[in-house]
């Protein structure tokens, strides 16, 4: 935005274009700091997940980019200087895009003063970003027949190539974007059979679940391996979500759950590449995680659900818990009123997050070492501090809770001072909750309890791919394609996300 000077213009125009951008900036600024606000200090119930937030952001912006048009039409000179700001910071475009170069040439090469012929100095290039709707074709495949002259009953014919639908219309990249929109992009199938109306292409909404089953069938095998891969690893996070189901029984939706088990061992350079399994189970019973996480040994870190507890009973595995619920506890009462101890509790909280700022990234040892010299003393302070607290108060308040939360606790709690590999939350997890969230949002139910176990076999895949930053759409055709001309399933290793490459990493071109 251009900025007022000391002496303003005289016309008039002028000054109402500078008037109209200064207003815009200031009502985006206003926006910003407002959502900002909503999403960091609002509570739980009121704060907004990062993809609203963005969302409103978008809005904002929008409100400057109308400021800037209605400047830049009465100011030519403003709109000058922000087209060449716009060039210098734009980037480029990836190289490995199509280029279609159109020549726009003069009329004439004579000299417009002497009509001496002009000869070419350089040029110009400027590049820009097109698109072209998806298209769809159709893939036609021959099979000439072939019969002998001297023997009646002989006719040769190569074999057809095998299909995931035999008979059907789609190919497997077909099939393999149907499931990326319905669980990448978050389009339920009725919404994805519109668009394809438009393009005159008539695919009814059973048709593509079909399609969808059949494939999540075609997957269980890698899923099922995904999860087996998982358990093998010393670490990992476990939360759950709802899983709205229909109950034709009742004419109405029954409550299941999808499970989800991450790991990502980023933060303290660990090797394993990163990945998600959902397990959907009809319920939320104490042995559902015991039967999906059998076999498995090392830390699990968890949120406060009591259904956990049974696999930490088997020795084989010690639960590390989340520091993110104990404080989301103590910041509902400070921002309910004055609440001098839950306020102290958020501090002493936010010093153990100080401290994790500077040590993520690092390796185990490393973090671990940072804790104990840094971490501990705020841990060793915390705990007799909450119990003299608890000792004051009544028993039955919402801060008597808290505390009561915390302590009960203390041992997972603390787990991360002895191993670097422990986060102080469940942050990780919580993130690939979200994508489950967004579908769960658009679609409102599964229609079975099948249609849940294919809702986690194929979403499964497709995070996994997008936290290793892998095409799910190319990932699922190849994957498919293989599965159906007879891959191994002594090589089914090979078909795991992160055995493909990942792709480029996105420059900023605008």
Same mark, same amino acid.
């Given at each position: 935005m251009a900025s007022l000077s000391t002496e303003l213009p005289r016309d008039p125009e002028t000054l109402q274009?500078? =008037?109209?951008a200064r207003d815009a900036e200031i009502e985006r600024l206003r926006q910003i700091i407002k959502e900002l606000q909503r999403h960091r200090f609002g509570r739980r119930a009121e704060s907004l997940p990062e993809d609203q937030l963005l969302l409103a952001l978008e809005e904002a912006e929008q409100i400057e980019a109308a400021g800037f048009a209605a400047s830049e039409a009465q100011v030519p000179a403003e709109k000058a200087e922000r087209v060449a700001k716009r060039r210098a910071n734009r980037g480029a475009l990836p190289a490995h895009l199509p280029r279609i170069e159109t020549v726009v040439d003069i009329e004439s090469d004579l000299c417009p003063c002497c009509s001496g012929k002009l000869h070419r100095i350089g040029e110009d290039v400027a590049e820009r970003l097109d698109m072209v709707p998806a298209q769809f074709? #159709?893939? #036609? #495949?021959?099979?000439?027949?072939?019969?002998?002259? /001297?023997?009646a009953d002989v006719v040769v014919q190569a074999p057809a190539p095998a299909r995931l639908i035999e008979g059907g219309l789609p190919t497997e990249a077909t099939v393999a974007h149907v499931l990326v929109s319905k669980y990448a992009d978050h389009l339920p199938l009725y919404r994805q059979a519109q668009i394809y109306g438009r393009q005159g292409i008539a695919l009814d909404r059973s048709t593509l679940a079909d399609w969808v089953g059949r494939a999540a069938f075609l997957l269980r095998p890698v899923h099922d391996r995904l999860l087996a891969v998982l358990k093998t690893s010393p670490k990992l996070f476990a939360d759950e979500t709802t899983a709205p189901v229909l109950d034709p029984g009742r004419g109405r939706t029954k409550t299941g759950q999808l499970f989800a088990y991450a790991r990502d061992d980023r933060p303290w350079g660990g090797t394993d590449p990163p990945a998600v399994a959902y397990v959907y189970a009809p319920d939320r019973k104490g042995e559902r995680p015991v039967a999906h996480l059998d076999g498995f040994s090392g830390i699990l870190q968890v949120d406060g659900y009591g259904g956990y507890k049974a696999l930490a009973g088997r020795n084989a595995v010690s639960l590390a818990f989340c520091w993110a619920h104990v404080r989301r506890r103590?910041?509902? =009462?400070?921002?309910s009123g004055p609440a001098p101890i839950a306020s102290e509790a958020l501090q002493r909280i936010a010093e153990l997050y100080h401290v994790e700022v500077g040590i993520s990234g690092r390796t185990s040892d490393e973090r671990r070492a940072t804790r104990q010299e840094k971490s501990k003393p705020i841990i060793e302070a915390l705990e007799p501090w909450l119990r003299a607290k608890l000792a004051l108060i009544s028993q039955k308040t919402k801060l008597a809770e808290a505390i009561r939360y915390a302590l009960s606790r203390w041992e997972g709690l603390t787990l991360f001072l002895d191993d670097g590999r422990v986060e102080l939350d469940n942050n990780i997890v919580e993130r690939s909750i979200r994508p489950l969230a967004l579908t769960r949002k658009n679609a409102l139910?599964? *229609? /079975?309890? *099948? *249609?849940a176990e294919h809702w986690a076999v194929i979403a499964s895949l497709v995070e996994t791919c997008k936290l290793n930053g892998i095409d799910p759409q190319a990932y699922l055709a190849d994957v498919i394609t293989r599965i159906l001309n007879g891959h191994p399933n002594s090589r089914i290793d090979d078909l795991m996300p992160w055995a493909y490459p990942a792709q480029p990493a996105l420059s900023n071109v605008a």
């Amino acid at each position: 935005m251009a900025s007022l000077s000391t002496e303003l213009p005289r016309d008039p125009e002028t000054l109402q274009a500078m =008037l109209i951008a200064r207003d815009a900036e200031i009502e985006r600024l206003r926006q910003i700091i407002k959502e900002l606000q909503r999403h960091r200090f609002g509570r739980r119930a009121e704060s907004l997940p990062e993809d609203q937030l963005l969302l409103a952001l978008e809005e904002a912006e929008q409100i400057e980019a109308a400021g800037f048009a209605a400047s830049e039409a009465q100011v030519p000179a403003e709109k000058a200087e922000r087209v060449a700001k716009r060039r210098a910071n734009r980037g480029a475009l990836p190289a490995h895009l199509p280029r279609i170069e159109t020549v726009v040439d003069i009329e004439s090469d004579l000299c417009p003063c002497c009509s001496g012929k002009l000869h070419r100095i350089g040029e110009d290039v400027a590049e820009r970003l097109d698109m072209v709707p998806a298209q769809f074709r #159709v893939l #036609v #495949v021959r099979r000439p027949k072939y019969a002998c002259r /001297s023997c009646a009953d002989v006719v040769v014919q190569a074999p057809a190539p095998a299909r995931l639908i035999e008979g059907g219309l789609p190919t497997e990249a077909t099939v393999a974007h149907v499931l990326v929109s319905k669980y990448a992009d978050h389009l339920p199938l009725y919404r994805q059979a519109q668009i394809y109306g438009r393009q005159g292409i008539a695919l009814d909404r059973s048709t593509l679940a079909d399609w969808v089953g059949r494939a999540a069938f075609l997957l269980r095998p890698v899923h099922d391996r995904l999860l087996a891969v998982l358990k093998t690893s010393p670490k990992l996070f476990a939360d759950e979500t709802t899983a709205p189901v229909l109950d034709p029984g009742r004419g109405r939706t029954k409550t299941g759950q999808l499970f989800a088990y991450a790991r990502d061992d980023r933060p303290w350079g660990g090797t394993d590449p990163p990945a998600v399994a959902y397990v959907y189970a009809p319920d939320r019973k104490g042995e559902r995680p015991v039967a999906h996480l059998d076999g498995f040994s090392g830390i699990l870190q968890v949120d406060g659900y009591g259904g956990y507890k049974a696999l930490a009973g088997r020795n084989a595995v010690s639960l590390a818990f989340c520091w993110a619920h104990v404080r989301r506890r103590f910041y509902e =009462l400070a921002q309910s009123g004055p609440a001098p101890i839950a306020s102290e509790a958020l501090q002493r909280i936010a010093e153990l997050y100080h401290v994790e700022v500077g040590i993520s990234g690092r390796t185990s040892d490393e973090r671990r070492a940072t804790r104990q010299e840094k971490s501990k003393p705020i841990i060793e302070a915390l705990e007799p501090w909450l119990r003299a607290k608890l000792a004051l108060i009544s028993q039955k308040t919402k801060l008597a809770e808290a505390i009561r939360y915390a302590l009960s606790r203390w041992e997972g709690l603390t787990l991360f001072l002895d191993d670097g590999r422990v986060e102080l939350d469940n942050n990780i997890v919580e993130r690939s909750i979200r994508p489950l969230a967004l579908t769960r949002k658009n679609a409102l139910f599964a *229609g /079975s309890d *099948g *249609g849940a176990e294919h809702w986690a076999v194929i979403a499964s895949l497709v995070e996994t791919c997008k936290l290793n930053g892998i095409d799910p759409q190319a990932y699922l055709a190849d994957v498919i394609t293989r599965i159906l001309n007879g891959h191994p399933n002594s090589r089914i290793d090979d078909l795991m996300p992160w055995a493909y490459p990942a792709q480029p990493a996105l420059s900023n071109v605008a």
